[in-house]
């Protein structure tokens, strides 16, 4: 096993840098306009996504990249907050399906101005377009 070049460690050290910046604002973001935490957002949108079916915990767990705990304890306080319902699972007793509830689609829809806010300022600002899409591609190749 080789030892990564000082290029490879400047550009992970980058990442993970820059990473942690843009999500802390995100955070910082929601949270002084009396939104919940980005975790929920993720959540909400892939339910909106998935639309009346829902999504089973761990489909939900594997969009979101969560431990297996972190979703159970993500779902308990967001149904506990109104905004998704659990429901039984046609075929499997002990199955669920979680909804995004009316609630959670109004809350996701007034978060993302915010969130959009954020991420224009802290990349559509400083990027070109053109610089926007390498990037992408850059980080796709990883």
Not at 3 to 14: I, K, L, S, V, Y
Not at 83 to 109: K, P
């Amino acid at each position: 096993m080789s030892e990564p070049n000082r290029a490879t460690q400047a550009a992970w050290a980058a990442l993970i840098s820059t990473s942690r910046k843009l999500l802390e604002a995100v955070e910082a973001a929601l949270k002084s306009a009396g939104h919940p935490p980005l975790s929920w957002y993720d959540a909400l949108l892939e339910l909106e996504k998935a639309g009346p079916e829902g999504l089973r915990p761990f489909e939900l767990k594997n969009r979101l990249l969560l431990p297996q705990y972190g979703t159970s304890r993500l779902l308990d306080r967001m149904v506990k907050a109104g905004l998704v319902e659990r429901q039984d699972c046609e075929g499997d007793g002990r199955g669920q399906i979680v909804v995004i509830s009316e609630q959670g689609r109004s809350i996701r829809r007034a978060m993302w101005p915010i969130y959009a806010r954020v991420l224009s300022d802290a990349i559509g600002s400083k990027l070109t377009t053109k610089e926007a899409m390498k990037l992408t591609r850059l980080l796709s190749a990883l």
